[in-house]
Nanobody
Framework: QVQLVESGGGLVQAGGSLRLSCAASVRTVGPWTRGWFRQAPGKEREFVAAIRWQDGSTYYADSVKGRFTISRDNAKNTTYLQMSSLKPEDTAVYSC????????????????WGQGTQVIVSS
């Protein structure tokens, strides 16, 4: 079992920045993928970004490309989502996920999910 705990959400003005963190309870060594998804009120959960633990390959949704950056800290078993140039439409609950396979944007690649952290971007 892998437990994931997110932190770093909050309220920010449009154009501002936030950094989310996702700490895993165990080391995700090998062909693991760690990702971030978000769900806005009244909408389905959508993919935001992912990173493959072995080689650091990253993947982004078109809506966040160039504004968000996913990264990892091997020693801390933690992934980060640096969010810049935030827009009101980025408002959502952001959840991190982990899967023991080479995945990307598909939710089926992830076995473990965090509780989520709220991000609110005011205009």
């Amino acid at each position: 079992q892998v437990q994931l705990v997110e932190s770093g959400g909050g309220l920010v003005q449009a154009g501002g920045s936030l950094r989310l963190s996702c700490a895993a309870s165990v080391r995700t060594v090998g062909p693991w993928t760690r990702g971030w998804f978000r769900q806005a009120p009244g909408k389905e959960r959508e993919f935001v970004a992912a990173i493959r633990w072995q080689d650091g390959s990253t993947y982004y949704a078109d809506s966040v490309k160039g504004r968000f950056t996913i990264s990892r800290d091997n020693a801390k078993n933690t992934t980060y989502l640096q969010m810049s140039s935030l827009k009101p439409e980025d408002t959502a609950v952001y959840s991190c996920a982990a899967g023991g396979r080479l995945g990307g944007s598909s939710e089926s690649a992830y076995d473990y999910w965090g509780q989520g952290t709220q991000v609110i971007v005011s205009s």
